[in-house]
C-alpha cells in the first residue's frame, strides 16, 4: 500500500533555531498535510497544501507541495519551547478521503 | 477540539473480552473514521464512515468492527481483545465541501487501551 517516509524520526534542537523536515512517497499525492500532536492529545491540522509548488506559511511555520507532488517539507523558524511535540505529515490521493499518514517527527527544544 | 469527544478516554481489559469506544461529534460532518496510533507506525486507519450505515474497512481493520446508527456517533468494537490490540485509538472528521473537495481530518484526544 502507499507509504510515506517521513525523516528525520526525532530532533534534539536549542531554542531559537531553525527546524526542518520532510515527507517523501512513491506516490502521487493531491494534498499533503502537516499536523502537531502534542502529548496526551489527538493531531492537530497546522497547514494544508492542495497545489504543486504551493508555499504556505502559518505563523512561523512554513509548508511547501513539492512540484513532483510525491514530497513535502515543513519548516519552523525560531523554535520556541512549546514547539515540542510530534509532527506528522499526510498525504491522500486523487478524489480521496483517505489520508495516509507518515510515522511522525519528535522534536525536542531545549530552553 | 473540533467538537469531538472520545470515551472512555482510558481503558484496562482483560484479553478475551468485548470492546467498545465511542466518538461523538457536534460538527454534523459526513465522513468518521477510526485509527490507531502505535510507535513506529503513525496513524492507521481501521475503519471509517462516510454516512449513516455506511462504512468501509481501512488498512487494519482486522479484529474491530464499527456502527453508525446517527450521524453523530460512531462507534468501534473490539469483539473480543487480544494483547496486540493495545494502543491509542484516535476519532477523526472530515466533510465535503460543495465542490467535492473534501476538507482535513480534524482529531479527538484519543482512547488510551491497554489489553491486559
Given at each position: 500500500g502507499q507509504q510515506l517516509n517521513q525523516s528525520p524520526q526525532s530532533m534534539f534542537i536549542q531554542e531559537g533555531e531553525d527546524v526542518s523536515m520532510n515527507c517523501t512517497s512513491s506516490s502521487i499525492f493531491n494534498t499533503w498535510l502537516w499536523y502537531k500532536q502534542d502529548p496526551g492529545e489527538g493531531p492537530v491540522l497546522l497547514i494544508a497544501l492542495y497545489k504543486a509548488g504551493e508555499l504556505t506559511s502559518n505563523g512561523r511555520l512554513t509548508a511547501q507541495f513539492g512540484i513532483t507532488r510525491k514530497d513535502s517539507f515543513l519548516n519552523i523558524s525560531?523554535?520556541?519551547?512549546?514547539?515540542v511535540g510530534i509532527y506528522f505529515c499526510a498525504g491522500r490521493g486523487a478524489g480521496g478521503f483517505k489520508t495516509i499518514f507518515g510515522a511522525g517527527t519528535r522534536l525536542f527544544v531545549k530552553a | 477540539d473540533a467538537g469531538i469527544t472520545q470515551s472512555p478516554r482510558h481503558k484496562v481489559t482483560e484479553t478475551g473480552t468485548p470492546v467498545t469506544l465511542r466518538c461523538h461529534q457536534t460538527?454534523?460532518?459526513?465522513y468518521m473514521y477510526w485509527y490507531r496510533q502505535d510507535p513506529g507506525h503513525g496513524l492507521r486507519l481501521i475503519h471509517y464512515s462516510y454516512g449513516v450505515k455506511d462504512t468501509d474497512k481501512g488498512?487494519?481493520?482486522?479484529g474491530y468492527s464499527v456502527s453508525r446508527s446517527k450521524t453523530e456517533d460512531f462507534l468501534l468494537t473490539l469483539e473480543s481483545a487480544t494483547s496486540s490490540q493495545t494502543s491509542v485509538y484516535f476519532c477523526a472528521i472530515s466533510e465535503v465541501l460543495v465542490n467535492g473537495v473534501n476538507q482535513p481530518q480534524h482529531f479527538g484526544d484519543g482512547t488510551r487501551l491497554s489489553i491486559l
Open positions: 525560531a523554535s520556541i519551547p512549546s514547539d | 460538527e454534523n460532518h459526513r488498512e487494519v481493520s482486522d
